[in-house]
Each structure stands twice: as structure tokens, then as C-alpha cells.
């Protein structure tokens, strides 16, 4: 008597449960990849003395990879989300790099300027530092945030 093998075909094969349930690591990824990549373009911008908007097309692409390798389910849930990470990383930027030039010029290192720059100040240096191109390249991060991350 011979026994058949069991059938291994794609039809009977089930997925693996997941409970829907995002782990730590997830969280951890994403946050590091945000505020490591805000990290980087004020860095880069206090370095060479330009804002570089078009970094925060780079940083779209890099929160739209953070999200895939946490393991976060595609849609809609995921585009939204990847859309207010990369927006939350232009504002954290922008307050570094204004925080890093206004502290270059009252003496004060950039962690000690940012803790003391108050919204208002911080918005109306903002608004001088970025117009023209420089929203256009915000707009376009944006617009490429809620598709790569999808």
C-alpha cells in the first residue's frame, strides 16, 4: 500500500495567521527613520548654508521604505500615514535648521537655540527661508510620500 504526499499546491496552502497587530519594532523603525533622516538634512543644510528641499523627496522615499520593512499593511492606512511622517519630518527639519542658524548668530549651539525658538519666530523665518522652488520640492515630497507609501 502506497500513501499519496500530501498535496502542496498554492489553492491548500494557508497564510500564516497575523493577528493585525504592528510589533515595537515597527514604531521604532519608524521613528528612527524620522527623526534620524530630519537629523541628516539639518546636518546637511547647517553644513553648507542652503535649505536642500529636495531632500525631503529622499526622505519621503526613505519613510516609505521604513513602513515596508515594518511590516505595516499597504492601502490607504499606510499612504495617509506615510504622508504625516514625511510632513512631520519637514517641520522637525525646518525648526533644526532654523534653530541652527539663528543659534550660530546669538552664540548658542543648535540644541540650546531650538528649545528656546518659539512657534511664531520659528513660522515667519520659515515662511522667508521657504518660497518659490522651495515648496515646490515640499509639495512634490509630499505628493511622492502618499504614492510610495501605498
Known amino acids: 500500500m502506497t500513501v499519496a504526499p500530501p498535496d502542496r499546491s498554492a489553492a491548500t496552502q494557508t497564510a500564516p495567521a497575523s493577528?493585525?497587530?504592528l510589533s515595537l519594532f515597527s514604531w521604532l523603525l519608524l521613528a528612527l527613520g524620522t527623526f534620524g533622516f530630519a537629523a541628516f538634512w539639518?546636518?546637511?543644510?547647517?553644513?553648507?548654508?542652503?535649505?536642500?528641499?529636495?531632500?525631503?523627496?529622499l526622505g519621503?522615499?526613505?519613510?516609505?521604505?521604513?513602513?515596508r520593512l515594518g511590516?505595516?499593511?499597504?492601502?490607504?492606512?499606510r499612504a495617509a500615514l506615510g504622508l504625516a511622517v514625511?510632513?512631520?519630518?519637514?517641520?522637525?527639519?525646518?525648526?533644526?535648521?532654523v534653530a541652527g542658524q539663528i543659534g550660530t548668530v546669538l552664540g548658542l549651539d543648535p540644541m540650546e537655540s531650538a528649545a528656546k525658538?518659539?512657534?511664531?519666530?520659528?513660522?515667519?523665518?520659515?515662511?522667508?527661508a521657504n518660497s518659490g522652488l522651495e515648496l515646490v520640492w515640499l509639495g512634490i515630497a509630499l505628493i511622492v510620500a502618499a504614492v510610495a507609501s501605498r
Open 19 to 21: 493577528s493585525g497587530r
Open 42 to 57: 539639518v546636518l546637511l543644510s547647517l553644513t553648507f548654508d542652503r535649505q536642500y528641499n529636495w531632500v525631503a523627496v
Open 60 to 67: 519621503a522615499l526613505d519613510i516609505a521604505w521604513m513602513l
Open 71 to 77: 511590516g505595516w499593511r499597504p492601502g490607504w492606512r
Open 86 to 97: 514625511t510632513a512631520l519630518i519637514v517641520a522637525l527639519a525646518n525648526w533644526g535648521i
Open 117 to 128: 525658538l518659539g512657534p511664531n519666530f520659528f513660522w515667519n523665518l520659515a515662511v522667508l
